[in-house]
């Protein structure tokens, strides 16, 4: 059985920020979201997450898909995994990881579990040209780890170690258990370290075996804005060039973002300057062109998208979008249709083959297939206290500038003339009109423009 103990209850003071840190989001994620993520992706069956500081912030975020316990007050790494005894009697390897290292993959999770698969313990460590404030990895004469020092505690010949602790630990987890008692708080900051569990093994005979990995960034921790960035700026490198190698074409990738939870399919071409984000879902030939953004909406085969915005809606199969065009709340386009530039849809189901080319409003409305809506329609659908839908039937024809006051049905095939406001639902095949009767005064343009 494979369980995760997820430490997460610092507070991330360098962050400068009333969000607690694992909070901050990487990607439009919070970082504790994708670790989690990821554990589950790598077969871990249970989650704990010590949470302190904003712990109701991390419960409302991850709900029950984990398990929590308390840290208050927070006294070191090893006694956050004191806290998590209710693991204590679980059989198989306890993965360790701090909550503000993102970056993680689900492939190098599986690789942790399966170095420890004949040890007590796995230290994941990383080489570093300069290992700065990081603990080093002191190795025995077979090449197993003897201990690991703080930066603070290194001799000149250990500071010259260029392997270091990531933080990141597997370990069986009743020799876990069975020895965490034996960590002690005899250092100045009075706290327990985890790492002094290597040396309460070594004693005890264990052996500590290391896997080191070649991106370190990988296991970046993020203690402040910069570190922020930088995670960023490895999740969207990421993100990016596996999309690319599964064959989508990303014009220019150091310009393009592109959330975690995404799914794009072949010979899809992505432009400049597009936000994807959510769990949005985009076919295969697409085309999302510049400055367009798309968050939580499924685009089908084939679609073009210009300019545009689409949030929590779907597009059909060879329809085109934009420029500048706004989908949101639950809209539905069909496949073949047409929006044009300036429209905006809300709540809407648009049946195929439909079009509305430009300067348009249509919201909490069901079109059948085949409509023409011309320039500047708008559907009434609020009369200052509730919402009211419009239905607009299969083959209807909708005059530019028309306001159609909902609740309104308009039949198979009807006409409604250009400047009208329907306040009255028109039969099938049809024609609406509703205009005031117009007057011409002889003379008085000029009359006017001479007073």
């Not at 809606?313 to 929006?339: E, K, W």
């Amino acid at each position: 059985m494979r369980s995760a103990i997820v430490l997460a209850a610092g507070k991330g003071t360098r962050m400068k920020s009333t969000l607690c840190k694992v909070m901050h989001p990487v990607m439009n994620k919070p970082m504790i979201g994708h670790i989690v993520d990821r554990l589950k992706e790598a077969g871990v069956s249970r989650i704990v997450v010590v949470v302190g500081h904003g712990a109701e912030s991390v419960k409302t975020y991850l709900h029950d898909s984990v398990e929590y316990t308390l840290q208050e007050p927070q006294l070191g790494t090893g006694h956050a995994v004191m806290q998590a005894n209710m693991l204590k009697d679980t059989d198989g390897d306890t993965i360790i990881l701090c909550g503000d290292g993102p970056c993680i993959q689900t492939e190098t999770i599986q690789k942790v579990f399966e170095a420890n698969k004949d040890h007590a313990c796995t230290v994941v460590t990383a080489v570093l040209e300069d290992g700065k404030r990081y603990g080093r990895i002191v190795r025995n004469e077979q090449g197993f780890v003897e201990k690991i020092v703080e930066a603070k505690d290194c001799s000149s010949e250990e500071l010259a170690i260029k392997e270091i602790n990531t933080g990141i630990f597997c370990f069986k987890n009743k020799v876990l258990f069975e020895n965490l008692s034996e960590i002690k708080n005899e250092n100045a900051q009075q706290e327990y370290y985890l790492t002094d569990m290597v040396e309460i093994l070594q004693s005890k005979d264990e052996v500590v075996n290391a896997l080191t990995v070649s991106d370190v960034d990988e296991l970046m921790g993020v203690n402040d804005r910069l570190d922020l960035a930088k995670a960023n700026a490895w999740m969207k490198h990421h993100i990016n060039t596996k999309h690319m190698l599964n064959g989508v074409t990303i014009i220019d990738p150091e310009h393009t973002y592109i959330d975690v939870d995404v799914q794009i399919k072949e010979d899809t071409t992505i432009y400049p300057n597009v936000y994807i984000q959510g769990n949005t879902v985009i076919g295969s030939g697409v085309t999302i062109l510049p400055n367009s953004f798309l968050k939580d909406a499924v685009i089908e085969d084939g679609v073009t998208i210009d300019s545009s915005k689409i949030v929590d809606s779907t597009v059909g199969t060879h329809t085109s979008v934009g420029p500048m065009s706004h989908l949101r709340n639950h809209t539905v386009v069909a496949q073949d249709c047409r929006i044009g530039n300036f429209v905006e849809f809300k709540n809407t189901n648009f049946g195929s083959g439909s079009k509305c080319a430009h300067l348009t409003y249509i919201g909490d409305s069901d079109v059948g297939k085949k409509v023409n809506f011309g320039c500047g329609v708008v559907t009434v659908n609020y009369d200052g206290k509730h919402k009211h839908r419009t239905t607009v039937k299969d083959g209807a024809f909708i005059g530019s500038n028309v306001n159609l006051i909902a609740p309104v049905i308009i039949g198979e095939n009807a006409l409604l003339a250009a400047g009208s406001t329907i306040t009255q639902s028109v039969k099938a095949g049809d024609m609406g009109i509703a205009r005031s009767h117009q007057e011409i005064k002889k003379g008085y343009g000029t009359k006017y423009k001479n007073k």
